[in-house]
């Protein structure tokens, strides 16, 4: 599409690009107008991403980084404004599991390595995408920023995920104050909560054997969320139909969270 869309002139990054969720949202925001910069770590699944929004007819730009280095997630936002003419929306996706012997467990069982490999890949990432995020939109006079955060962080259901609810937990939290503390600036602030939605970072979890029937089971629409049916929240709260929107958290889960 490229412009006349409901993003139309909108310039955003969205890190954690290349696959799942993001890739589904900064596809979603070329489609709908915005010009859109691709943060992520691999670089060739963020150009296959890119690829597909310029086909359309659309903006993107490939911005390789690591959200955890605050030099590398800093020179993606300049290099996007520098592109795009500023930025305006600033999504943060990227994000971690380390589910099922890959570090993360009940606390009496997580060591300190894999709490910290959590902290930094979903705390302080999104912390380092917030602060520089936030500088670019101060420089624009204003904008919208989405945090990606889940369940986990509201509900006790993620047995075996204590470091993974505990970051998120931490998200929802950032969400609150900066809201409150960036409205002067014209800056809104909200919280996506996406449910169980079939992507890469579920994948382990979906190969065991019966884990995803009983997961589904949980859920009141009896299926897992494809990763497109989560993308129009985030257009919705880029767009000016959301102008009133601020600190304000968004479930997306096929009913579950009304079931535990
Ligand atoms: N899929 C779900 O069921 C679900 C549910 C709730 C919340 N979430 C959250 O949604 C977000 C997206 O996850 P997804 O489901 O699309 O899975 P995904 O694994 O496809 O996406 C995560 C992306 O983040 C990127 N990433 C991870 N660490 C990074 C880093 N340090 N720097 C840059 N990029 C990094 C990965 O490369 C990947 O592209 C995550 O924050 C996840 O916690 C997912």
């Not at 970072?201 to 494809?226: D, H, Q, T």
Request: charged content about 20%; overall charge negative.
């Amino acid at each position: 599409m490229g412009d006349g869309g409901r993003l139309a002139g909108r310039r955003a990054i969205v890190t954690g690009a290349g696959t799942g969720i993001g890739r589904s949202v900064a596809i979603a925001f070329g489609n709908e107008g915005a010009g859109v910069g691709l943060v992520g770590r691999r670089e060739e699944p963020l150009r296959e991403a890119a690829a597909q929004i310029t086909a359309s007819g659309g903006t993107a730009i490939v911005l390789p980084a690591d959200v955890t280095r605050e030099a590398e997630i800093e020179a993606a936002i300049l290099s996007a404004e520098r592109h795009l003419g500023g930025l305006d929306t600033i999504v943060g996706v990227a994000g971690i599991e380390l589910y099922g012997g890959r570090g993360d467990d009940r606390v009496d069982r997580v060591e300190v390595a894999a709490w910290q490999a959590m902290i930094d890949a979903n705390l302080t990432g999104m912390f380092l995408t917030l602060k520089h995020g936030t500088r670019a939109l101060l420089r624009n006079q204003g904008g919208s920023m989405i945090i990606t955060g889940s369940p986990t962080a509201i509900r006790g259901h993620a047995l075996g995920e204590f470091a993974y609810s505990s970051s998120k937990a931490g998200t929802h939290g950032m969400v609150r104050v900066c809201a409150t503390e960036l409205a002067p600036e014209g800056i809104r602030v909200n919280c996506v909560i996406p449910g169980m939605i079939d992507t890469p970072i579920n994948a382990g979890f979906f190969a065991l054997p019966g884990a995803r029937a009983e997961a589904e089971a949980k859920i009141p629409m009896k299926r897992a969320g494809r990763p497109d049916e989560v993308a129009g929240i985030y257009v919705w709260l880029a767009s000016d139909e959301a102008s009133y929107t601020t600190g304000a958290f968004f479930v997306i889960d096929g009913g579950q969270i009304s079931m535990c």
